[in-house]
């Protein structure tokens, strides 16, 4: 049936076909059962998401609750449910306590990642057109960056994959260079140095294209379907400057980052980041509801504010923005997060599978590198990594060490900018589970050996 009747995303149609599907039976913590009853430790929390991890029966009471009470409202029009109100106050307070961003001034809704770029993509013209700046519109982001695929938030995203077939990215849209100083720092180079260079090329294009043409700069924290790449040293507070010099609005993507993953709330938080614009999801609800939240500053909203009376209505929102359920959803997850300790946990378990990663595999012949921060690690992977050789073309290192994780019964993600495996585990994984699965891994790397001879 799945060959003759679906259609999956971000999947090889002739791969699909040949092979089939993996169909997954349930999951609970940490765990994911296939249809055949093999049992698998999700080492990426499905895409990155599910951080309170599987079979929460608070999340499925919350859910169930809501639906009885109130199955549906919209927010169009000044419409709202409790709910709603109750998780826009909630990520705000979450924002000012936990990440030092007491400017962030309200809330809007969205159902995914892509939509809330889309939101962001629009807000900085809507603002810049308010602002009587009409050809300030242009928005920066960098190669390797991953903000989606929709028609805006898919010309955000810096992978050629997302962009070649579709005829993306849309007019307005820059990429700067990556920052990722392991692969792409030159021989010799200092970190500081890489971090120069990349000031310089994003001051250049700036100059280039003209400030008064450019509205604003998107980046996730640390770039995650790129390849897990930790900013370079200095590099966000010298992005910051540039783009104050030049009255650019900073989109924050979160979507990965926020709620818990790096051992802190958020992205924000962690690198000391000015947002204008917080785009939000997965882990907003546990990826237990379809949902996501853009957080726009007060210099943003006062502008916004100020000319409403002249503007009529801001005509952009879903029917599903500010779902309940899904708020309901949401702030039940945030209740589990705080309640359960799971960014503490984060926090004091991600060096623990940093560690063990490094001890099994640094020295081996095709791990260039392994990095991470709090449970966001990845592993990338090198034909040579003295010379820092890339395997040739078609080879896909990390897609062949993948299949052999699955076999050996952990599943990690093969990302499709640099050779990477991703770990992104549920924020309550265990230390016990973590060496499990650093073993089972360990040994398909083992495994994958005679392929990539
Ligand atoms: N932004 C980032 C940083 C992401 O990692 C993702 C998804 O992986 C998105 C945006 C897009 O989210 P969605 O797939 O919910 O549209």
Request: glycine share 10%; aromatic share 8%; proline share 5%.
């Amino acid at each position: 049936m799945d060959r003759a009747s679906l259609f999956h995303p971000v999947t090889s149609i002739h791969d699909q076909q040949t092979n089939g599907p993996q169909i997954y039976q349930s999951a609970s913590g940490v765990e994911l059962v296939s249809a055949e009853g093999k049992r698998l430790i999700d080492m990426g929390a499905g895409l990155w998401c599910v951080n309170v991890g599987y079979g929460r029966t608070e999340l499925a009471d919350a859910a169930a609750q809501a639906m009885r009470d109130l199955s549906f409202q919209h927010l169009f029009g000044g419409a709202a449910s409790e709910p709603s109100i109750r998780l826009a106050d909630r990520l705000l307070s979450l924002f000012r306590e936990r990440a030092g961003a007491p400017h962030m001034a309200r809330v809007f809704f969205g159902t995914s990642g892509s939509d809330a770029n889309d939101t962001a993509f629009k807000l900085v013209r809507y603002y810049n057109n308010l602002r009587g700046k009409p050809a300030k519109k242009k928005i920066i982001s960098r190669i390797g960056g991953y903000h989606g695929v929709t028609h805006a938030s898919g010309s955000l995203t810096g992978i050629d994959g997302y962009h070649k077939a579709f005829d993306l990215p849309v007019d307005g849209v820059l990429h700067t260079s990556c920052p990722h100083y392991f692969t792409f720092g030159l021989p010799g180079e200092t970190e500081e140095g890489y971090t120069n260079r990349l000031i310089a090329d994003l001051e250049d294009m700036i100059a280039r294209e003209g400030a008064d043409t450019i509205a604003a700069f998107i980046a996730e924290p640390i770039m995650g379907t790129g390849g897990v790449f930790l900013p370079p040293t200095g590099y966000f507070e010298r992005v910051q400057a540039v783009l104050d010099r030049h009255d650019i609005l900073l989109i924050v993507d979160e979507v990965i980052t926020g709620f818990g993953r790096l051992g802190e709330w958020f992205g924000t938080g962690a690198y000391r980041l000015r947002p204008d614009i917080v785009s939000l999801a997965k882990g907003l609800t546990s990826a237990y509801f379809p949902m996501s939240a853009s957080i726009i500053s007060d210099r943003i909203w006062s502008v916004l504010a100020d000319k409403s009376a002249e503007t009529g209505a801001f005509m952009h929102g879903f029917t599903y923005s500010g779902h309940p359920v899904g708020a309901a959803v949401a702030l039940a997850n945030l209740d589990l997060i705080e309640r359960e300790g799971l960014v503490e946990n984060a926090a004091a378990v991600g060096p623990h599978l940093l560690d063990t990663l490094k001890q099994a595999l640094a020295d081996h012949p095709f791990v260039g590198d392994i990095r991470g921060h709090g449970l966001m690690v990845g592993i990338e992977f090198m034909a040579d990594k003295a010379t820092k050789r890339q395997f040739p073309k078609g080879t896909a290192p990390h897609r062949v060490v993948a299949r052999h994780a699955t076999q050996h019964g952990v599943l990690t993600r093969a990302l499709p900018f640099l050779p990477v495996n991703s770990f992104s585990p549920p924020l309550s994984i265990t230390k016990t589970q973590i060496d499990i699965a650093v073993e089972r891994y360990s040994a398909a790397v083992k495994a994958a050996e005679a392929e990539l001879m």
